[in-house]
């Protein structure tokens, strides 16, 4: 395992953890105060293709199997550029393979298993939105980079020019990579810094409310304004 | 009953597909184009907005059943979901349950999130599975009808995936990555975006349902869709009246393990397949495949699947 994850680890876990490291997929347990959880997760930045999506929702599954009534905490580990480009994959239906692998995580919180992500280096579009993005919780650590696509190459297919990308983004949350951009938006819950006591903050997530607060969370903050009163006067039918 | 000539799904508006697919004149729409609702991050780059930020919502009713019904607009920004876009399907899928409505008609037409409003986009299809998940967790059926110029693809080629059934016609294409930015980033050489034969064999109606990634294949056709969703509607195990219990559904794990052989088992064919044209042939389907009309093909499939 990669010096800086076991030291990611180590600083979540001081009372110990079990975690192996297979193919860009971290998959065992660390010790809480609050007793065991599951980590599962990815690595070095992972393109996530169908067999790293499997080694995904086995383990989820694995873990929902194993609790039964006495369902444990899951800690994803989030590292991943986006999801793989290959002909090969589109072939097999990768959409699908994240569609499950969404499910399974869904299947998880249904049977009471609080979900919690941590960003860890990077997390990018459909990799990202496959599972980290559905937990109950969402957490960057420093220097996580949270994005769709980086300036220039949006400059590049929007056909706006990237100065001008790069002046707006000086102001709008809304396209821009960054993890304080999606926590102006709701997106990302909580940015935590390099001096915390991880243990002590990860400890405290391990309750709370299993409801999709994110587009309130957004308009609190103010980098998302339309998304919950939008959905709402749709929610209340108004024409 | 008067049978009319067929109506092309690809080549409809959103709108013009919402009338097709409901009984005559039950549709109500909910924040309609009237009340010009627009993206403000679209026009703070001075790209072109539209009043109803590329998305249909509303209800209506299907064989004299409530449905709610989500068309996306493939013309107006390649169906791209933005905040608003985002949020108008959201709210419609909860209202869903509010209204307990007998189905959800997801018609899918987007290459994903609208980059103009990349983090917005991405927050909201994440909030838009959470909704629909929501939705089937009422017992509402979500049924996604894909045959629009755009596909689904990105995060809606997600969304689709996690519907309970997925109609889809010849033309429509499903999947994740575009083939344009898989050649953009990859090469030529690994998927020539332009050689459209080789596209609608990875991408195209046919190898999807072949792999059972769709649920049908239907002619591009309205009223074919219509009758299709109708079918699925009624045949749904799931009453939108009697919603389940909230928790775990005894064999909602047992499901999840058989998908997951299922998903593995398809992974785990000869790493030489990088075409449709092979699935067929390892099948056992020769070039007849590809001349199948829709209905030939299904009962071909019905009858090996069984």
Redesign the interface.
């Known amino acids: 395992m990669s010096m800086s994850k076991k030291a990611l680890l180590d600083r979540l876990f001081p009372a110990g953890h079990e975690v192996i490291e297979a193919g860009q997929v971290l998959c065992g347990w660390g010790q809480t105060a609050a007793g065991r959880v599951h980590v599962i997760g990815t690595t070095e930045h992972a393109a996530i293709d ?2 790293i999506a ?1 080694a995904l ?2 383990a989820v ?1 694995r873990g ?2 194993d609790d039964g009534n006495q369902p444990r905490p899951i800690v994803f580990i989030a590292d991943t550029q986006g ?1 793989a ?16 692998l ?3 995580v ?2 998880a919180r ?3 298993h609080r979900l919690v992500t941590l960003i860890d280096g990077e997390a990018v ?2 990799g ?3 599972f980290g ?2 937990a109950d919780v969402i957490v960057a650590l420093p220097g996580a980079e949270v ?3 980086d300036l220039r190459a ?1 400059a590049r ?2 056909r ?1 020019p990237y100065e ?1 990308l790069t002046e ?1 983004a000086g102001f ?5 990579p960054g993890a304080d ?2 926590w102006r ?3 990302i819950h909580a940015l935590w810094t390099g001096t915390e006591d991880w243990a002590a903050q990860l400890q405290a997530l391990l309750q709370g409310s299993h409801e ?1 607060e ?2 309130r969370l ?1 308009a609190e903050r103010g980098g ?5 009163s ?10 | 009953m008067m049978t009319s000539a067929p109506q092309s799904f690809r080549e409809a508006s959103a709108r013009l597909r919402v009338q097709g697919l409901l009984d005559a004149g039950s549709f ?5 184009p ?2 010009r ?1 627009t993206s ?2 679209l026009a ?2 001075d ?1 072109p907005v539209s009043f109803d930020d590329g998305v249909v ?1 509303g ?1 209506g009713l299907l064989e004299a059943q409530l449905v709610v019904v989500i068309a996306q607009e493939g013309l107006f920004n390649g169906g791209a979901v933005g ?2 876009h ?3 399907i ?3 899928l ?2 869903a349950i ?2 307990r409505a007998r189905a959800v008609l997801l018609c899918v037409d987007s290459g994903g ?1 609208r ?13 838009i ?3 629909l ?1 929501a939705a089937q ?1 009422a017992g509402i059926p979500v049924i996604a009808l894909v045959g629009g110029t755009c596909g ?4 809606m ?6 519907c309970d059934a997925l109609l889809i016609s010849e033309e429509g294409r ?4 575009g ?1 344009e ?2 050649e953009t ?2 090469g030529v050489e ?2 020539d975006s332009r050689d459209r034969a080789l596209v609608w064999r ?2 195209g109606g046919k ?2 349902r072949t ?1 059972g ?1 769709a649920t049908l294949l239907l002619d591009d056709d309205i009223a074919a869709f219509r009758a299709a969703a109708a079918k699925e509607m009624m045949g749904s195990k799931t009453m939108g009246d009697s919603p389940r219990q ?3 559904s005894p064999d ?2 047992q499901t ?2 058989a ?2 052989r299922h ?2 088992a ?2 785990a ?1 000869d ?1 030489g ?4 044209q092979q ?1 067929w042939q390892h099948m056992g389907l020769g070039e007849e495949v590809a001349l199948m009309d829709p209905a030939e093909f299904n009962r071909c499939l019905e009858a090996r699947e069984r």
């Open positions: 169908t067999r499997l929702s086995a599954l929902v199997a999801q480009l290959s002909r090969r994959e589109e072939l097999l239906g990768l959409n699908g393979y994240f569609a499950h969404a499910r399974c869904n299947l249904s049977a009471g579009s459909g990202f939105l496959a993005l559905l994005r769709v696509m949006m297919i929007t706006i001008r707006l709008s949350p809304v396209f821009a951009n999606y938006m709701g997106g999709d994110r587009a957004g998302r304004k339309l998304a919950a939008v959905a709402q006067e749709v929610l209340h039918g108004h024409g | 109500t729409e909910w924040l309609g009237a009340r609702i403000p991050h703070a780059l790209a919502v209800q905040e608003v985002g949020a108008k959201r709210g419609a909860l209202r509010e209204v999130v980059l103009h409003e990349a983090n917005a986009g991405l927050i909201a299809i994440s909030e599975m959470r909704a998940f967790a689904a693809f990105g995060g080629g997600i969304v689709a995936r996690l499903l999947g994740l990555s083939p930015v898989i980033v990859k690994e998927f990875i991408t190898i999807r792999l990634e909230r928790g775990l909602a794990l999840l393990e998908a997951q998903l593995e398809r992974a064919l790493p397949i990088r075409d449709g699935v």
